[in-house]
């Protein structure tokens, strides 16, 4: 296997690959910047609500025996 990679990287497909994945991360990044900043903000304005803030709370907070607050464990369905 190890051989069969240095003769595909050899071939300069890597080259290739390398450029392909930063033109999919730099589109998955305008993607995200537009739905968060545009696309989310419009439908939150139409159903009145921020989906930044919605969320499914699996355990709420709590306060353990030292006085030390235990954070909530929760599901953030807004975000996705």
Do not use: C, H, Q
Not at 39 to 53: C, V, W
């Amino acid at each position: 296997m190890l051989k069969e990679f240095k003769k595909f990287a050899i071939r300069g497909n890597f080259f290739n690959i390398a450029i392909g994945f930063v033109i999919v991360v730099t589109f998955k990044e305008l993607v995200n910047a537009s739905t968060r900043g545009v696309i989310s903000p419009l439908i939150g304005l139409l159903f009145k609500t921020s989906f930044n803030e919605l969320k499914w709370v699996l355990k709420e907070d709590s306060i353990n025996e030292n006085g030390e607050v235990i954070g909530e464990v929760a599901v953030l369905y807004g975000d996705f």
